[in-house]
C-alpha cells in the first residue's frame, strides 16, 4: 500500500465527536468501563487520516495570510467536472449546473422549500438515514415511507408497487433518493434506477438524490448517478454530493449540488440564498481541489480495497461467530447495518441491552433503531484494520457470545 491505512490515529482532544463523546450525549454511546480502551464504530466518519494532497493544498493556502471575501475558482469547478467524468463517467456537466451548499441536508431542506409546501408528503425509503427523517420533521414536513425488500438472497431492494400505491395514495410530488443507500450499502443497478425513475416520471415526482456516498463503493460494483439513466431522469433530478465521507472532510464543511434543469436550479439556488449564510469556506474549497486530483483517484482506489477486506473480515466473522445476527455485506459505503432481532428474541435482550453490552467493553457501535431498524445495530468499519479486529473479538468473548 502506498498510503497510510494502518496507523491508529489518535483522535481524542482533537475535535472529534466519535471519540471525545461516548459518555457525554444522551443519544450517543456510553463510556466504556474502565480496562477497555474506545473503538469509535459509529458516526459515520473515517479513522484514517485524509489524503496528503488535502493536507498539501490547506497548507499551501494557509502560507498566505488574508482570508477576506472571495469567489469560487476556475479550478473548483473543473476539478468537480473531470472527477464526475473520470469517476462515473458523466459526460456534458458544465460549471453553471454546479452549486454550493453548506451540507447536503441544507441542499434537502432548500430543494424541498422550493418543491414542497409545509405539511406535504414526501416519499423516502426506509431504513431511513435519521437526517433526511430529522430535517423533513423539523422543516414541517410528512414523511411517507416506503420499506426496503430483502430478496431471496438478501439483497435490498426496492418495492416499487408499494413506492406507486404510495405515491398515488398520498399525492406525493417529491421523493428524496439515497444512492448508495444509507444505511443498508445498497449500489443501485442500472435497471433500478430506470424502474424508479420511470416511476417518478409517471407521476410527475421530482427527485432528490443523496449522493454524497458515491465514491465508496466496493470492487465489482460501480456508481451509476441517477441523473445519467435517462434524460427524464436528468431533468427532474437534483443531485447532492460533498468530498466529506469520501476524504474525512466533514468538518471543515463544503457540499454542492448538480442541477441541469435551469428552472429547478436556479429556484433552488435562491431558496439556498435567502438565510444568507449558504456561502464558501475559502479553505474547503482548496480541500475539495486537492482531493478532486490524480492523487485522490489514486487514494480513494486504494481506500476502498482497504474497506473492501475490512468488510470482508468482518462480515465472515459475524456469520461464523455471531448466532442469531444478519449481515447485509455492504456494496458501498462503510457501514454495516446489522440485524440482530433473532440473537435478541434467543437471549431475552432488548436492543438497548444489547448496545449497552458492546458500549461498556468500548466498542462503540450506534443505535440502528434510529435508522428504523427495528432491532439494528449500525458499525463503522473505516478504521485500520487491527483496531477492527479487537472490536470484532470484544464482541464474541463479552457480548454475543457470553450467553451461550
Not at 496528503?52 to 502560507?63: F, K, T, W, Y
Not at 466533514?250 to 435551469?262: D, E, K, M, P, T
Not at 475539495?288 to 486504494?302: C, K, Q, T
Request: glycine residues 8%; charged residues 25%; negative net charge.
Amino acid at each position: 500500500m502506498k498510503y497510510d491505512f494502518t496507523t491508529i490515529m489518535e483522535r481524542r482532544g482533537h475535535d472529534a465527536i466519535a471519540v471525545d463523546a461516548p459518555g457525554k450525549l444522551s443519544w450517543g454511546p456510553k463510556a466504556p468501563e474502565k480496562g477497555f480502551s474506545l473503538i469509535p464504530m459509529w458516526v459515520a466518519d473515517m479513522n484514517f487520516p485524509t489524503m496528503p494532497g488535502v493536507i498539501e493544498a490547506l497548507q499551501d493556502r494557509i502560507s498566505h495570510p488574508a482570508f477576506g471575501y472571495f469567489t469560487p475558482r476556475e479550478e473548483y469547478f473543473s476539478s468537480i467536472i473531470r472527477w464526475h467524468q473520470d469517476r462515473n463517467g458523466v459526460s456534458g456537466l458544465k460549471p453553471e449546473h454546479i452549486g454550493y451548499e453548506n451540507g447536503v441536508l441544507g441542499g434537502v431542506v432548500s430543494a424541498l422549500n422550493v418543491l414542497c409546501s409545509r405539511g406535504d408528503n414526501v416519499l423516502v425509503h426506509s431504513p431511513a438515514y435519521i437526517g433526511f427523517t430529522n430535517t423533513l420533521a423539523n422543516n414541517g414536513y410528512h414523511i411517507v415511507f416506503s420499506s426496503l425488500r430483502q430478496d431471496e438472497n438478501k439483497i435490498w431492494r426496492m418495492d416499487l408497487k408499494d413506492m406507486e400505491e404510495k405515491i398515488r395514495n398520498h399525492q406525493i410530488h417529491v421523493s428524496i433518493f439515497c444512492s448508495p443507500h444509507n444505511p443498508c450499502g445498497r449500489v443501485w443497478e442500472r435497471w433500478e434506477l430506470e424502474a424508479a425513475m420511470e416511476l417518478f416520471r409517471k407521476y410527475d415526482v421530482t427527485v432528490i438524490s443523496d449522493e454524497i456516498w458515491s465514491d465508496i463503493i466496493m470492487p465489482g460494483y460501480r456508481h451509476i448517478p441517477l441523473q445519467s439513466v435517462s434524460e427524464d431522469a436528468r431533468n427532474r433530478t437534483a443531485a447532492l454530493y460533498a468530498p466529506s465521507k469520501t476524504f474525512n472532510l466533514a468538518g471543515l464543511v463544503g457540499s454542492y449540488h448538480i442541477i441541469y434543469n435551469r428552472k429547478l436550479r436556479e429556484r433552488i439556488e435562491k431558496a439556498s440564498s435567502l438565510c444568507h449564510y449558504n456561502e464558501m469556506n475559502v479553505l474547503s474549497m482548496h480541500a475539495l481541489i486537492g482531493a478532486y486530483s490524480e492523487e485522490g483517484r489514486e487514494w480513494v482506489d486504494e481506500l476502498c480495497r482497504v474497506l473492501e477486506e475490512n468488510i470482508d473480515y468482518a462480515c465472515g466473522f459475524i456469520r461464523e461467530e455471531f448466532r442469531g445476527v444478519q449481515v447485509f455485506r455492504p456494496q458501498g459505503t462503510y457501514m454495516l447495518f446489522l440485524d440482530c432481532s433473532g440473537w435478541c428474541a434467543e437471549h431475552g435482550k432488548t436492543l438497548q441491552e444489547l448496545e449497552d453490552a458492546c458500549w461498556r467493553v468500548g466498542v462503540a457501535v450506534q443505535d440502528g433503531a434510529m435508522f428504523h431498524g427495528p432491532c439494528h445495530l449500525r458499525m463503522n468499519l473505516a478504521l485500520p484494520e487491527s483496531l477492527v479486529r479487537e472490536a470484532m473479538e470484544r464482541l464474541k468473548e463479552y457480548v454475543f457470545c457470553a450467553c451461550a
